[in-house]
């Protein structure tokens, strides 16, 4: 049985074992539906979309069922002049939806539909939730889905929201989570809301894998191997942030941990607990995670041979990378890169 990964690492290499051996735990699909209006926002709508694609690839077995969905045609134009091919029309839609998500835009134009007006109340009525991308909430709203309750809405919109709907509790927050209603206030943060809607389906690992995965550019330096949790904490040690950048630079030929805590100025004990703090590890056990991460990637991303890739990641013996990999991995490193060459 392969070996897991304990400290911030964790979340970076979920997905990634050859565990096929292994039985699934089979869990319910959550099918989501975007129903997209004329002229939505393309930025909105992809952020969201990849959150869930995402997921999915981070997931034994797939988590979420995507359904794009227009109201009187299967092809919708977007606010990019691109028209997208939806699955379905609105009046086809199934019963069973667990997410209706209606993408707004800024050139979507506000005017009440009966259709979607009905359709939203029906699924609301069998216990979906329901959302707004951008200003997407103002149809939820006017068939009277959002009384009492706190919405994310576009600021050019918000004033027409407040006189038009009183009922409804108009945020100045980018995006809300209000019992089963979702909704943010444009493009930029469509994802991160439906990252909180990723967490409350599927538990909060699975959503940290996401963010290693779609949010590690969000810093203005990124590492080869950045995480996003020890990354964005601003109570990080300058010690521990000087020890973890001698890590990355120095796989190849890794130093002794009595060396690592000789150059940040702290003795082994101090950094020995500033890593089980923040890293989530002992400093022995992250440098091996952080090399067979490496490790990991030369060998799903590069022809290298694999006795380079032992030597690359600071592994003298070849019999002891070909253990370890085998033990986080599942497989033998040769196997395992025939195993995603097959995949593609």
């Known amino acids: 049985m392969p070996f897991v990964f304990e400290s911030v690492l964790k979340d970076k290499n979920r997905g990634y074992a050859c565990t096929a051996e292994q039985p699934i735990k089979l869990q319910t699909v959550t099918r989501v539906a975007f129903v997209l209006l004329n002229h939505f926002s393309m930025m909105s709508f992809t952020g969201a979309i990849d959150a869930l694609v995402t ?4 997931s034994e077995t797939a988590a979420f069922e995507v359904l794009t969905v227009g109201i009187d045609s299967r092809l919708v134009m977007s606010d990019l002049g691109i028209a997208i091919s939806t699955d379905l029309q609105l009046s086809q839609l199934p019963d069973r939806v667990d997410v209706l998500i209606v993408v707004g835009g800024l050139r979507v134009q506000l005017i009440s539909d009966s259709l979607l007006r009905r359709t939203l109340r029906h699924i609301a009525s069998l216990g979906a939730t329901l959302g707004g991308l951008w200003n997407g909430a103002f149809f939820l709203a006017e068939a009277q889905l959002m009384d009492g309750i706190e919405c994310a809405f576009h600021p050019d919109g918000r004033a027409m929201m407040e006189e038009v709907f009183p009922k409804v509790q108009i945020s100045r927050r980018t995006h809300v989570v209000d019992r089963n209603r979702i ?6 943060s469509s994802l991160r809301m439906m990252l909180e809607l990723i967490t409350a389906r599927r538990g909060r690992s699975l959503t940290q894998a996401v963010e290693e995965i779609l949010s590690c550019d969000q810093t203005a330096e990124v590492s080869g191997i950045s995480t996003v949790a020890v990354d964005a904490d601003p109570t990080l040690p300058q010690t521990l942030k000087l020890a973890l950048e001698l890590m990355q630079k120095n796989i190849e030929e890794p130093l002794s941990i009595d060396e690592l805590a000789r150059c940040v100025n702290i003795s082994r004990r101090q950094l020995e607990r500033r890593f089980c703090r923040f890293v989530g590890a002992t400093p022995t056990r992250y440098y ?14 590069s022809n290298r041979p694999i006795t380079d890739i032992a030597i690359a990641t600071g592994f003298c013996s070849f019999a002891n990378f070909h253990r370890r990999f ?19």
Do not use: H, K
């Open 55 to 58: 997921a999915n690839l981070m």
């Open 183 to 188: 909704t943010c206030a444009g493009a930029s």
């Open 288 to 301: 091996l995670e952080l090399r067979l991460t490496r490790a990991r990637q030369l060998v799903l991303q």
């Open 326 to 344: 085998r033990d986080f991995f599942g497989v033998a490193p040769s196997s395992y890169r025939a195993t995603y060459e097959r995949r593609r």
